[in-house]
């Protein structure tokens, strides 16, 4: 199976903006539309934060906006605040399968 | 509201076997995919299993095909891991998903399972 690459960690102030990055390949990011962003806080499930690459469910704030460009994936949280800080997923799929990348820890600092 | 509540994890023994529920609540469990999706402590999330509408169609990771098998009740509302053959690198938390259409839209809180002697 590929893998999708993210940084591990990732940092701003309060009211910054971060970007965090998801790598794939040309057999899953490039050729379809189904990024999904996924935000972890410790101890809690993973909640959907993005999907299709740019949507947004109900109740998310637009402070985060997701993008592609080629096999690279984008999160980006603007106007950062304390409660941001937490883990943050991509996904793609194989076929019918997610696929997960590492993960990327968000410090609020 | 959708609900997913993961039972059945605990303390197992190399080798042993543990079979993990998920109840699903406040949407039409029939016509959705499943997933189980794992997370060693301290470690990422890592897709482990699917399962279509029906049950007629599953898909497993390399790392847990031929030991653990996916399936769903669509009259209990429940989907199913049965896991066999357990081995230390099983131990993690067990979340259930639900699919909404190539992504994972609601999660439950998840269910420990520890492979320990």
């Known amino acids: 199976q590929s893998a999708l690459t993210q940084p591990p960690s990732a940092s701003g102030s309060p009211g910054q903006s971060v970007t965090i990055s998801c790598t794939g390949t040309s057999s899953d990011i490039a050729d379809y539309n189904y990024v999904s962003w996924y935000q972890q806080h410790p101890g809690r499930a993973p909640k959907l934060i993005i999907y299709e690459v740019s949507k947004r469910p109900s109740g998310v704030p637009d402070r985060f906006s997701g993008s592609k460009s080629g096999n690279t994936a984008s999160l980006t949280v603007s106007g950062l605040q304390t409660e941001d800080e937490a883990d943050y997923y991509c996904s793609s799929y194989i076929g019918t399968n997610p696929l997960i990348g590492g993960g990327t820890k968000l410090t609020v600092l | 509201e959708v609900q997913l509540v993961e039972s059945g994890g605990g303390l197992v023994q190399p080798g042993g076997s543990l079979r993990l529920s998920c109840a699903a609540s406040?949407?039409?469990?029939?016509?959705?995919?499943m997933h189980w999706v794992r997370q060693a402590p301290g470690k990422g999330l890592v897709w482990v299993a699917r399962?279509?509408?029906?049950?007629?169609?599953?898909s497993y990771a390399d790392s847990v095909k031929g030991r653990f098998t996916i399936s769903k009740d669509n009259v209990k509302n429940t989907l199913y891991l049965q896991m066999h053959n357990l081995r230390a690198e099983d131990t993690a938390v067990y979340f259930c998903?639900?699919?909404?259409?190539?992504?994972?839209?609601?999660w439950g809180r998840g269910t420990l399972v520890t492979v320990s002697s």
């Open positions: 406040g949407f039409p469990f029939s016509n959705f995919w």
């Open positions: 998903a639900r699919d909404g259409d190539y992504t994972l839209d609601h």
């Open positions: 399962i279509n509408t029906d049950g007629s169609s599953t």
